[in-house]
């Protein structure tokens, strides 16, 4: 069989490997790993983000008194992932298949050497033809500092590892064109990363289990079809949809972002990911807005930049808001704030933030 990729990463909702009572649904584990499986047989490259560990937990514990949110989350995630990776493992143990758990924080992203650690570690486990179990670590994870859900996350490891597609499989067959549940909303199937029409028709509506819901599932899909990677948004309710999606003759209706030609570098895919590391502000004004925006490649010169807040040092990402307010990017600078600001709006050639280590976020 033909495969449209050999390289992926596939991210799981809870709501797909739980049942309505709460409880994991173990014949779904089961299926997606013998999908699994199927591919990394043969040869596809294949990296697994799975929520589930707090619906998990939470079906296993009575608890004796009323938890705030934090402590709740913490007993669940820590109980509820022990389970639901034990059943990972069992059933690609089945297969002959040996699988690892990975559990990260946003914090083991922080700056380029721990961003490299992680890739190293992911590149290691698949040299070795294990396949990585990715969830947040729930259990440590600082409200704050949390990712927005696991498709953020899976977005990021799909990045980093240069997958060719980001699978993302839900409880929903694709993002339809009007509320889901009128019989009139149709699947779109496919969507240009400069289309953004679509957008108004997702909901703040979010399925029983999940914690971003559709909004964060669209704008993560959209980030990564810029950088040059496929988003497919399926149901991870249907049988084979793994197979189906990878086979180069698959029918699937579902949604699909198609990948921008032009492939983002490395440096760029990380600071792309690297906002809530930022340690100061750069405000702009009008004009270095519209050059930054405009199609050619443009760095941001002190001249353009009217205020700079903060303490930051050479190398620490920055954050770029026009004069508005509104965050229009980030990147890294190359001056600290207080070289920024004896120079502020001089002619200084040397770019604060150069354009090979700056990310813009287009409307
Ligand atoms: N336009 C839309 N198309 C599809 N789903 C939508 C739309 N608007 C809101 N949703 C909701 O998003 C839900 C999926 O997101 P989420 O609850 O985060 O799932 P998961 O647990 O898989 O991450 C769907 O079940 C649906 O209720
Ligand atoms: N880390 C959490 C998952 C949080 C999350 O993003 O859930 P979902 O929106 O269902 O993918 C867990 O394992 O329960």
């Given at each position: 069989m033909n495969f449209n990729y050999r390289k992926i990463t596939v991210k799981v909702g809870s709501n797909v490997l739980t049942k309505s009572d709460g409880t994991l649904n173990v014949a779904r584990i089961a299926h997606l790993v013998d999908q699994i499986a199927y591919l990394h047989k043969k040869g596809v490259e294949v990296i697994l983000v799975s929520s589930g560990a707090v619906a998990a937990g939470r079906s296993e514990l009575k608890i004796q008194r009323k938890l705030d949110t934090v402590s709740s989350r913490q007993l669940w995630s820590a109980v509820g992932q022990v389970k639901l990776i034990n059943r990972y493992a069992d059933f690609f143990r089945e297969h002959g298949i040996v699988c690892a758990q990975v559990l990260t924080t946003k914090d083991n992203f922080a700056d380029r050497d721990h961003y490299l650690n992680m890739k190293n570690c992911f590149t290691?486990?698949?040299?070795?033809?294990?396949?990585?179990?990715?969830?947040?670590?729930?259990?440590?994870?600082?409200?704050?500092?949390?990712?927005?859900?696991?498709?953020?996350?899976?977005?990021?490891?799909?990045?980093?590892?240069?997958?060719?597609?980001?699978?993302?499989?839900?409880?929903?067959?694709?993002?339809?064109?009007?509320?889901?549940?009128?019989?009139?909303?149709?699947?779109?199937?496919?969507?240009?990363?400069?289309?953004?029409?679509?957008?108004?028709?997702?909901?703040?509506?979010?399925?029983?289990f999940g914690r971003g819901g559709m909004l964060t599932k669209s704008s993560i899909a959209r980030k990564v079809a810029k950088e040059g990677i496929a988003v497919h948004i399926a149901s991870g309710l249907r049988d084979n949809v793994l197979i189906d999606i990878l086979r180069k003759d698959g029918q699937l209706k579902h949604t699909v972002f198609k990948p921008e030609i032009r492939k983002a570098s490395n440096v760029k895919k990380w600071i792309a990911y690297s906002h809530s590391f930022a340690k100061g502000?750069?405000?702009?004004?009008?004009?270095?807005?519209?050059?930054?925006?405009?199609?050619?490649?443009?760095?941001?010169?002190?001249?353009?930049?009217?205020?700079?807040?903060?303490?930051f040092q050479s190398g620490d990402i920055v954050k770029i808001m026009d004069e508005?307010?509104?965050?229009?990017?980030?990147?890294?600078?190359?001056?600290?704030?207080?070289?920024?600001?004896?120079?502020?709006?001089?002619?200084?050639?040397?770019?604060?933030?150069?354009?090979?280590?700056?990310?813009?976020?287009?409307?």
């Open positions: 290691t486990l698949l040299e070795n033809k294990v396949v990585p179990i990715v969830n947040e670590n729930d259990t440590i994870s600082v409200t704050e500092l949390m990712f927005t859900d696991n498709d953020e996350l899976s977005g990021l490891i799909a990045s980093m590892q240069n997958s060719e597609a980001l699978i993302i499989l839900s409880n929903i067959e694709g993002i339809y064109d009007g509320d889901p549940s009128l019989p009139g909303s149709k699947i779109i199937e496919e969507i240009g990363t400069k289309e953004k029409d679509w957008m108004k028709n997702i909901s703040m509506q979010k399925s029983g502000e750069l405000v702009i004004n009008q004009g270095a807005k519209e050059a930054l925006f405009s199609p050619k490649a443009t760095s941001l010169l002190l001249i353009g930049v009217t205020e700079v807040k903060g303490l508005r307010g509104k965050l229009v990017g980030w990147g890294k600078a190359q001056f600290s704030s207080e070289k920024a600001l004896q120079e502020l709006g001089s002619k200084n050639q040397k770019p604060i933030v150069h354009y090979d280590y700056l990310y813009l976020i287009e409307d």
